[in-house]
């Protein structure tokens, strides 16, 4: 497994971590197993930013809910500094590990005003007076951009990137060591896109803070993370530092989702857009998962699991014919 | 500016305004909009949310609420639908033009099989009946490239995909063989992969359908290889208009460089933070004097604030709502 040289203690370690779910057949059928998530590997060491990409169905969500006690591993173990991390000492680590999710106003208390929501974690977590959660509140929502005034409002008077702003600011009140940013940025419009991008890279680079970054855009990915992991079908596909990602990227299936990134410039596509949609976790192909959708796939492909092996550059990817 | 080839348009929106009283004042999404489209092109109309390009073609068909005051002129093949009876905006709507919504989940009945909905549409739409209804229907989901399309009909919306759940939308607005077909973000809530393939479908059904397609969407990143001409609107004007692919490499108004150098693409200098334009859309309750985007504008200068600025021809085709237009460079 990769781990930094320049960090022995990994933050949060995801060790062969499998998630299964039963699935209902229909009347009189047997349940069916769905498989999530399979074998998942890695590390992110203290400061680090990782990316997780892949299409909806691949198991970013289900990966970034396991990480939050959300989901029960089926098998494998998430080590948080280096110890399990166990449903007993969720609430500890609860502090330290922050969620925003992409539905930012659906994750707001409608009856609630902005200041309330934001101090909501500071009231659980803490027993603060109220001149200082006062001033934790004011002192977070000039940090994420947002005018005082806006503490007074209700959730339906923000716009879409207000709004996100707000959940950034609830997730980093706490001062946490780590955010997972599950598509932070997918609903937005394209100008408040970029400011809430700015915003977490600068949080990041202020507060030395650790976070995943799930999407399924790589042009996005590719200004905000250290690493890039490839999720297809529940299977790492492929990790890779940024610049060697983006430079040398080793999967079909990565090359295809940075061909699919759309362009201003009229890039010419290097490389074959998918066409079929990804298919059902509760059928996946044999041998490898992406063979059904992949350019190069030949028998091989069918009768083995490709296993993610690594290159000098710390470059691993799971396929029997990388590029 | 003038239509270089007026006897080809299709559809042509004089003058166009929609106006709604709300209690706290009145609000006006659309101001003055005059657009053609012509027959065979492909036009996307580019703007955030609330800059009114929904409101414009939702307007344009008869859909706005019913406190809407609407005014100014639709012209379809020489009809005026801004005049029309509801019973003639019938035959035209789903028939001759489609519109096609961001969500084809909320658009969907979850309890219809995909294909009884598409019946459905078939037999209001054009009469058809029995045995030539299903083989229709299976044609229209292989020229979306929906496969197997014979079981596919038998299967509810949630048995599908989110991109082939767009695809059934197109599929179902294709049905009555339209002459254009409005394609409102058809492509926001889907991944990037589904995103690239829906647009080069809708490029490819308009190629050998010739048909018309209007592309609404926010993302200037996905027009660049499929749009004719792009109108960029904000605070419910055309700001911008003229032939995409020179828009795209000299934009002539400051919002839509704006909103050109706020998409991230794969070849930027990330060390440099992502340009954005600082600032929120204008409230539609107050719109800012002058220029609605002065507030926003890096080179905005007192003249700014005083008049609208009128679509000024930056030269044949391309037209721009900036006094400054000279002066708006990268």
Not at chain 2, 34 to 39: E, G, Q, S, T, V
Not at chain 2, 176 to 199: M, S, Y
Not at chain 2, 292 to 313: K, S
């Amino acid at each position: 497994m990769i781990a930094d040289p320049t960090d022995s203690r990994p933050l949060l370690q995801v060790k062969q971590l499998g998630v299964r779910f039963l699935v209902k057949g229909g009347f009189l059928r047997p349940k069916k197993q769905l498989k999530a998530l399979t074998a998942i590997d890695f590390d992110v060491a203290p400061g680090e930013s990782l990316g997780i990409v892949g299409e909806t169905g691949s198991g970013k969500s289900t990966l970034a809910r396991s990480l939050l006690g959300l989901v029960d591993p089926s098998e494998g173990s998430i080590l948080w500094a280096g110890k399990p991390l166990e449903r007993k000492s969720r609430a500890a680590v609860r502090k330290d590990l922050q969620v925003v999710f992409q539905d930012s106003l659906g994750s707001l208390d409608p009856r609630w005003t902005v200041g309330q929501s934001i101090a909501e974690a500071l009231t659980t977590h803490s027993s603060r007076s109220a001149s200082e959660i006062d001033q934790a509140v004011q002192k977070v929502m000039t940090d994420v951009g947002l005018r005082l005034e806006l503490a007074g409002r209700f959730p339906h008077e923000l716009s879409g990137g207000q709004a996100q702003r707000v959940a950034i600011a609830r997730g980093l009140i706490l001062r946490p060591r780590m955010i997972v940013f599950d598509e932070p940025v997918s609903a937005l419009d394209v100008s408040t896109q970029a400011q809430i991008l700015n915003l977490i890279d600068r949080i990041r680079k202020s507060e030395g803070l650790s976070y995943l970054f799930i999407s399924h855009d790589l042009a996005v990915v590719r200004r905000i993370v250290d690493r890039v992991l490839v999720l297809y079908l529940g299977r790492i596909m492929e990790i890779a530092g940024r610049d060697e990602f983006f430079a040398r990227p080793r999967h079909p299936y990565s090359q295809a989702l940075i061909a699919a990134v759309p362009s201003t410039r009229g890039h010419k596509h290097q490389h074959a857009v998918l066409s079929q949609d990804i298919p059902s976790p509760l059928a996946p192909p044999s041998g490898c998962v992406f063979r059904t959708r992949c350019p190069k796939a030949a028998d091989l492909c069918a009768a083995t699991v490709p296993p993610l092996v690594e290159n000098q550059r710390r470059h691993l990817v799971a396929c029997h014919f990388p590029g | 500016m003038t239509d270089p080839e007026p006897p080809r348009r299709m559809l042509s929106i004089r003058n166009f305004s929609v106006t709604y009283p709300t209690p706290a004042g009145v609000v006006t999404p659309v101001i003055n909009v005059n657009l053609d489209i012509a027959r065979n092109e492909a036009l996307a109309v580019v703007g955030e949310s609330g800059s009114g390009k929904s409101q414009l073609f939702l307007g344009s068909l008869g859909l706005s609420g019913r406190n809407a005051r609407v005014t100014g002129e639709v012209l379809f093949e020489g009809k005026d639908l801004v005049t029309a009876s509801e019973r003639e905006l019938r035959q035209i709507r789903g028939r001759r033009i489609a519109y096609v919504f961001q969500n084809p989940l909320t658009s969907l009945n979850p309890y219809l099989k995909i294909g009884t909905q598409m019946a459905e549409v078939l037999a209001r739409e054009t009469g058809a009946q029995g045995g030539h209804i299903r083989e229709r229907c299976v044609e229209a989901l292989d020229m979306v490239q929906i496969p197997e399309g014979r079981r596919r009909l038998d299967m509810y919306p949630h048995e599908f995909s989110g991109g082939m759940r767009q695809r059934a939308m197109i599929a179902m607005a294709l049905l009555c063989k339209p002459d254009l077909l409005i394609a409102d973000e058809p492509t926001t809530a889907l991944d990037v992969t589904v995103q690239a393939h829906v647009i080069d479908l809708l490029g490819r059904l308009r190629r050998e359908l010739g048909m018309s397609v209007v592309l609404i969407t926010h993302n200037l990143g996905i027009v660049a290889g499929f749009a004719d001409r792009t109108a960029v609107m904000y605070g419910g004007r055309v700001i911008e208009l003229g032939e995409t692919r020179e828009m795209i490499a000299g934009p002539r108004h400051p919002y839509t460089l704006g909103l050109l150098e706020a998409v991230p693409e794969l070849d930027d200098d990330i060390m440099s933070p992502l340009a954005t334009i600082p600032g929120q859309p204008p409230n539609p309750l107050q719109l800012p004097a002058g220029c609605t985007f002065h507030p926003r504008c890096r080179i905005a200068e007192a003249r700014c604030v005083e008049d609208v600025p009128e679509l000024a021809t930056v030269h044949a085709g391309h037209g721009s709502r900036c006094i400054k237009w000279p002066d708006v460079h990268p």
